[in-house]
């Protein structure tokens, strides 16, 4: 049965991660499963480096090349300590996406479009990443600077699974709890993962269930269904829609988040439920 085609950013990501994205994960997984097991100490490197590789397979040297442009420039901005000056720079950052000029050279540096977003989106999401650390480095007092060097910047902004699309954590969190020595336990990791596997089946199943059958983006694409239903029908439809938008972020957080507990962190909490919630502030943080 064919599948409603309108919702781009699940086709594009699920394409992704079959493709390359969970490969890459899996990867990432053994790194920190390796380093953690062997040298503990030096886990935050490995997996830098890890992140860099990952970076230079998926989007190329010159990716690469502009993702480390961004953080040295952020980091160098943040030296000034001043808050103001920093949203000023994220804004700057960001809005270089926009350029014609520099999207169009960008787009010559891939053979497809969707190689071109994954770069696009990607450094959308590293500019987050850059703001929180710099804003933090300008809140710390001196004696807490030695934690915030640009060493630890790259460890934050090419941490593999929230490379991409996130979830958002902040530079203080995300220090605190990879500099905070855990017991390793591999029957304990191994049951993580398993139960994280099969929830997060769950969700793709429901999620894939949706979109074959359902086809609420589709319908809200063509105005004479919309205009010939009732009131209560268009309601539903509404709720469908936000239902499987919360379906979907859980299968596209979920991933990142189980790969973080794996890695000895506490990931920020899954979406909340839209048929519990009055107000959709929560949903965008």
Not at 205 to 210: F, G, Y
Not at 255 to 281: E, N, Q
Request: hydrophobic share 50%; with cysteine; net charge neutral.
């Amino acid at each position: 049965m064919p599948q409603d085609p309108m919702d781009f950013e699940w086709s594009y990501w699920i394409e992704w991660g079959r493709e390359h994205i969970l490969w890459v994960l899996a990867g990432h997984l053994l790194v920190s499963q390796m380093s953690r097991l062997l040298v503990e100490k030096y886990k935050p490197w490995c997996l830098m480096v890890y992140g860099m590789a990952a970076c230079w397979l998926l989007l190329g040297v010159k990716g690469l090349a502009v993702i480390l442009l961004y953080a040295t420039i952020s980091f160098a901005v943040a030296q000034f300590q001043m808050s103001l000056l920093t949203w000023f720079c994220s804004l700057v950052l960001l809005s270089t996406l926009r350029i014609p000029a520099v999207e169009e050279a960008k787009r010559k540096w891939y053979d497809t479009e969707n190689e071109y977003y994954l770069l696009l989106f990607t450094v959308s999401v590293r500019c987050l990443f850059c703001t929180s650390f710099s804003l933090e480095y300008c809140w710390h007092g001196p004696a807490q600077k030695s934690s915030h060097s640009f060493l630890w910047m790259l460890a934050y902004v090419f941490y593999y699974p929230m490379f991409h699309n996130g979830p958002l954590m902040n530079f203080d969190e995300f220090s605190k709890q990879m500099r905070s020595q855990e017991a390793f336990s591999l029957k304990t990791n191994l049951s993580i993962l398993i139960v994280g596997i099969i929830r997060i089946f769950f969700w793709w199943c429901l999620a894939e269930l949706m979109i074959h059958l359902m086809y609420i983006h589709a319908l809200y694409g063509s105005a004479p269904p919309l205009e010939a239903a009732s009131y209560w029908a268009l309601g539903g439809l509404a709720l469908a829609q936000v239902l499987f938008f919360y379906v979907k972020y859980l299968v596209l957080y979920g991933v990142p988040a189980l790969i973080l507990r794996m890695d000895g962190l506490k990931p920020p909490a899954l979406p909340c439920c839209v048929s519990l919630m009055h107000s959709f502030t929560k949903m965008w943080r």
